[in-house]
């Protein structure tokens, strides 16, 4: 099971780093969705991993990280279907 936590920890850390690595390369923009999924993925994987780690801090800003996310996407829907 610790590999596994492991494993979705560094997972979660690779989809944040290439989130804003891909933005910064201007490769995708920052209101765009896979931007943004790539965020909630990588923070809740991180939330995961966080939690059984008891590294409470870390499980603060991904949850925190994941709300921006999930505001972010449901404002894009809402503008998608005022359109």
């Known amino acids: 099971m610790e590999a596994w936590i ?16 891909l933005n910064s390369l ?11 999924l790539l965020n909630l993925g990588g923070a809740v994987l991180l939330i995961i991993n966080s939690v059984f780690k ?3 801090p870390f499980t603060f800003i991904n949850t925190v ?8 996407i449901v404002r894009m829907m809402q503008k998608s279907v005022a359109k």
């Open 65 to 72: 990280w994941a709300i921006i996310a999930v505001v972010s």
């Open 54 to 56: 008891e590294a409470y």
């Open 6 to 21: 492991t494993a979705l920890g560094w997972i979660g850390s690779v989809a944040v780093i290439a989130a804003y690595a």
């Open 26 to 36: 201007q490769k995708i923009k920052s209101d765009s969705i896979s931007f943004q």
